[in-house]
């Protein structure tokens, strides 16, 4: 039985290559997982959780939960505004999709290439940031995505340290503290068990709204094919021997164009892939239990010796909030990148000694959970190029670009029903404009890490905070928040050379 996972209403925008395998052998697939719609877990009862006293390990200003790239920039903004800052992290190191992700480098510099609409760079310190990881790699950033992902832990720790910010790692926020709708702390597990942090604000980075979830705040969640994916790369290959294959081939037959088509496999592993398929010894596009869809791309051979980076691309109907689906397909995802390097080993000139030499442990979606916001962007704001009055920077999509911008509202990262949190990142990011791109987080987190700063030093909740002390703050620290003329309407002082440093 086939079945096209093919959604609709999806926004592909934001799945560039992305789109799911047409074909799906699910003949032995569960139906029952068709049928659930949301988690997989099959519920057997209930357990009911004794009061436990936890021991309170810090009390801080702002409590930044995700040491990822937005989470990371707003802790610094928090750290320099004098609030007391401490940055939760699972992972061993900070970065998150930049780090342990190693999906570094390539964008970094994403607003760079729009120079109209960043004349005078990215500014703040998403622009300092960038700059100090560019300069630990002599200006080559971009050109290795793993070494890359090194640099981006390594400056942020560093800069992290300077600004006074804590860093926790291996430490993830299992559960908040609340006194009525406000959120006055977190609770945190790690090899010391459960432990609780104390914060005036909370800022929830941790790219799919955890912290507002737990704190019962609407989230929104995804169902269908969150594009999710992980990078691995290989070392090993015969650079030359597989560009001679790969030129050297005969032009495809139609039947190989109709199979292509068909299985949506990379082109330049045509007819290999197609040979190990009906040879039945390794299926390029894979199916996860009836739920979920495996592909792969993958790049060149790069660099001296060669190294090819790829990525799984996964896609389905299940939602990145559903720890057994994530679970499940962590499991044979692994072993399908072990498997298809095998494949490449047996099939493809060129990469006869090729080995698998990295595998990212980060599994993250483009569209996974984010809050219901007090005011989220959606696509006919980003065409229309609307405006706001608490506008916290211009926002330039790669589609619908349009003349200006469109203002981001400071509304955008506050949650609905409850107080003393504010979202940033992917985790106030719906679907839809491609919000999620790195300049437009690190951008949202200099603002999120201010807010909270401001908020928790002037004793008011994030969503009472004076909109026009937190644009004049952020003006203050360099950020950009739009054109002069825009600021001159909304009575802001635009930087002025000296101020511009
Ligand atoms: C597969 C993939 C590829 C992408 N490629 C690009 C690209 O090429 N260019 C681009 O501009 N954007 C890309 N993005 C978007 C990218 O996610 C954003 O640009 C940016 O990295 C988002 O930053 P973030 O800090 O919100 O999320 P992340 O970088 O994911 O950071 C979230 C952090 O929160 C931590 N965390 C999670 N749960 C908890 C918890 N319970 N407690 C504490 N911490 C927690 C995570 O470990 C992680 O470190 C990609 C996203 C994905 C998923």
Redesign the pocket.
């Known amino acids: 039985m086939r079945q096209d996972l093919t959604p609709e209403g999806i926004d592909p925008m934001d799945s560039k290559g992305v789109a799911p395998a047409k074909t799906a052998d699910e003949s032995s697939a569960p139906a029952a997982l068709w049928r659930r719609g949301a988690d997989l877990w099959d519920v057997k009862g209930h357990v009911e959780r004794p009061a436990k006293r936890i021991p309170v390990v810090e009390e801080v200003d702002v409590l930044v ?8 920039i707003a802790a610094l903004a928090a750290g320099r505004l004098g609030a007391r800052t401490l940055v ?4 061993g190191s ?8 190693m ?1 570094a480098g ?2 970094l510099h ?1 607003a760079l290439k729009n120079p109209e609409a960043f004349p005078d760079g990215l500014g703040g310190i998403p622009q300092e940031f960038n700059e100090r990881v560019v300069d630990h790699e002599e200006r080559r950033v971009g050109s290795d995505y793993l070494r890359d992902s090194k640099t981006v832990p390594y400056v942020a720790t560093r800069m992290l340290e300077e600004a006074g910010v804590g860093i926790l790692l291996f ?4 559960d908040v503290v609340k006194e009525g709708d406000r959120l006055t702390g977190i609770l ?1 597990e790690n090899k010391s068990g459960t432990l609780a942090i104390r914060s005036r604000v909370a800022v929830d ?4 709204a ?2 507002a979830d737990r704190a019962g705040a609407p989230v929104v969640e995804l169902e269908e094919n969150p ?5 691995f790369g290989i070392m090993g290959v015969d650079a030359e021997r597989w560009a001679r294959a790969r030129d050297g081939r005969p032009d495809l037959t139609a039947d190989d164009e109709a199979w292509l088509e068909e299985h949506q496999v990379p082109p330049q592993l045509m007819p290999w892939a197609r040979q190990a398929w009906e040879a039945g010894e390794f299926r390029i596009v894979q199916i996860v239990d009836g739920f979920a869809t495996l592909e792969i791309t993958l790049m060149e051979p790069k660099g001296d010796p060669p190294s090819v980076n790829c ?1 799984t691309r996964v896609n389905g109907r299940f939602h990145p909030g559903d720890g057994l689906a994530l679970s499940r397909i962590q499991q044979q995802q692994w072993c399908f990148i072990y498997e298809f390097v095998e494949f490449m080993n047996r099939y493809v000139p060129g990469y006869e000694e090729a080995y698998l030499y990295v595998v990212s442990p ?1 599994f ?3 569209g ?1 959970k984010s809050i219901e916001s007090e005011r989220a962007l959606t696509l006919e704001d980003v065409a229309a190029g609307a405006r706001f009055d608490d506008v916290i920077y211009t926002y330039y999509d790669d589609k619908r670009y349009v003349e200006g911008g469109v203002d981001v509202p400071y509304r955008m990262l506050i949650p609905k029903g409850v107080d003393g949190l504010i979202a ?4 106030a990011m719906k679907r839809g404009p491609q919000f ?6 690190q951008q949202m ?1 200099q603002v999120a890490g201010t807010a909270a700063a401001l908020s928790a030093l002037e004793g008011v909740s994030p969503r009472d905070l004076d909109v026009h002390l937190l644009q004049e703050t952020l003006l203050a620290a360099r950020h950009h928040i739009g054109p002069r003329e825009r600021l001159r309407q909304l009575g802001l002082t635009p930087p002025t050379p000296a101020r511009e440093g």
């Open positions: 939960a995700g040491g990822g790239i937005t989470g990371i939760v992290e699972p992972f900070l970065g998150g999709n930049m780090g342990p992700g999906f390539g964008s994403l430490s993830a926020v299992v945190v980075c941790t790219g799919t955890d912290v594009s999710m994916g992980v990078f990525r980060y993250q979606a483009r996974g940033s990142g992917r985790s999620r791109q790195r300049y437009s987080a987190g």
